[in-house]
T-cell receptor, first 111, second 114 residues
Framework: GQNIDQPTEMTATEGAIVQINCTYQ??????LFWYQQHAGEAPTFLSY????GLEEKGRFSSFLSRSKGYSYLLLKELQMKDSASYLC????????????FGKGTTLSVSS | GAGVSQSPSNKVTEKGKDVELRCDPI?????LYWYRQSLGQGLEFLIY????????KSGLPSDRFSAERTGGSVSTLTIQRTQQEDSAVYLC????????????FGSGTRLTVV
């Protein structure tokens, strides 16, 4: 079967750094995605990893280890507006097949 | 259009009624996906359209669910004889290139079956 695990909730304070982990067991692998979803809104694309290593994009970075079935999303210099749900998703087959999503990690940032 | 448009944004229906949910993808996007999101659950894949290929219907939960995409653009998700467990947010997404750069999601339709 297909399984994607991530913590349900995390809390952090403004200015801090937080790491959201994601582990996956899927029938195949052709890319891992991170999305941000604010309450009541559509998910928005944050990052994409298909090769091992770190992808940096401003305050957000995403890491992938295919051999370990593991990824993390790193958020630096946290702001209140970063309070949201963060969704990890894997494309298990060739490009064009549907993504499988984890249940999401709700991040609460406090002052 | 500028983004993925879904209508209605909210729908309340009585158990047993049929509902139609509409998705208007970004112009030129060849791939279109339907997902649903229930409280506390992840996004559940329903169906995927890619160009003129046969759709991937592997995620549809029962034969009460169906979807079509006319002219490679607008898609309609139909739920027949709605049940309370169908209550969820139904999200549509589109992508220009088989999803290599991720999807653009619409704001969803919140369906409540009473």
């Amino acid at each position: 079967g297909q399984n994607i695990d991530q913590p349900t909730e995390m809390t952090a304070t403004e200015g801090a750094i937080v790491q959201i982990n994601c582990t996956y067991q899927t029938s195949g692998f052709n890319g891992l995605f991170w999305y941000q979803q604010h309450a009541g809104e559509a998910p928005t694309f944050l990052s994409y990893n298909v090769l091992d290593g770190l992808e940096e994009k401003g305050r957000f970075s995403s890491f992938l280890s295919r051999s370990k079935g593991y990824s993390y999303l790193l958020l630096k210099e946290l702001q209140m507006k970063d309070s949201a749900s963060y969704l990890c998703a894997v494309r298990p087959n060739q490009a064009g097949t549907a993504l499988i999503f984890g249940k999401g990690t709700t991040l609460s940032v406090s002052s | 259009g500028a983004g993925v448009s879904q209508s209605p944004s909210n729908k309340v229906t009585e158990k047993g009624k049929d509902v139609e949910l509409r998705c208007d993808p970004i112009s030129g996007h060849t791939a279109l996906y339907w997902y649903r999101q229930s409280l506390g659950q992840g996004l559940e894949f329903l169906i995927y359209f890619q160009g003129n290929s046969a759709p991937d219907k592997s995620g549809l939960p029962s034969d009460r669910f169906s979807a079509e995409r006319t002219g490679g653009s607008v898609s309609t998700l139909t739920i027949q004889r709605t049940q309370q467990e169908d209550s969820a947010v139904y999200l549509c997404a589109s992508s220009p290139d088989r999803g290599r750069n991720g999807y653009t999601f619409g704001s969803g339709t919140r369906l409540t079956v009473v």
